[in-house]
């Protein structure tokens, strides 16, 4: 029977291309996207790679699902968690260790999610417009609170889309350093720091 309005099929079928997906983050994240071959990804999921090609036209694809899927999830839980917390500082808090957190969880989509996104300044019509969305929306809630806390004097009067995208890029050199083993100290620790330093910029003297 169906169930909430989807069909056995639709929901294997979306069980199917998420463990694809799942291998293939983890195919990408070792060996790049150029070296990464169809054979790969098909050995990791544990299919045939004529079963990859009933639910994606190309490696390109796999890539851009496997990149979409986790900035949806990163974007959800972000947005969760910012509109959940109640001051500004507790939004800006919110905002980077949620992000921390799921580094934490899923390094191999960090991994691809670094190398595309460190390729915007020189190749940004390469990335197709949904991916650009997701990743803008990311900073716009946040964008959003900070202006709102300017206009009530909660912070000085700063630009909250610089702010934002300055608290985004805080926070993605954060996790390129946890990325790289150098830190130290634990997700809160880390998270705490940055926060810190942040509001320590921004907060009414």
């Known amino acids: 029977m169906p169930l909430q309005g989807r069909t056995k099929q639709d929901v294997l079928s979306e069980f199917r291309c998420a463990e694809i997906l799942d ?5 990408f994240a070792r060996k790049g996207f150029e070296a990464a071959t169809m054979d790969d990804i098909a050995a990791a999921a544990g299919v045939g790679k ?5 639910y994606y036209r190309s490696k390109r694809d796999i890539y851009l699902a496997a990149l979409g899927g986790g900035l949806r999830e990163i974007r959800d839980r972000t947005q969760a968690a910012v509109g959940a917390a109640t001051t500004i500082h507790d939004k800006i808090r919110a905002f980077v260790l949620t992000k921390v957190h799921y580094f934490n969880e899923h390094r191999d989509f960090y991994r691809i999610y670094h190398a595309e996104f460190g390729n915007l300044v020189t190749h940004p019509s390469c990335l197709p417009d949904e991916l650009m969305a997701l990743y803008l929306q990311q900073v716009q809630q946040l964008e959003g609170a900070l202006a709102e806390a300017r206009d009530q004097h909660l912070v000085r009067a700063v630009d909250p889309g610089k702010t934002a995208f300055a608290v985004f890029e805080i926070t993605r050199g954060l996790i390129i350093r946890r990325l790289l083993d150098q830190s130290t100290t634990g997700a809160e620790d880390d998270g705490a720091f940055i926060v810190d330093l942040i509001w320590k910029g921004i907060a009414q003297r």
Request: zero cysteines.
């Open 23 to 27: 291998a293939a983050r983890g195919i």
């Open 50 to 54: 004529g079963t990859l090609y009933l």
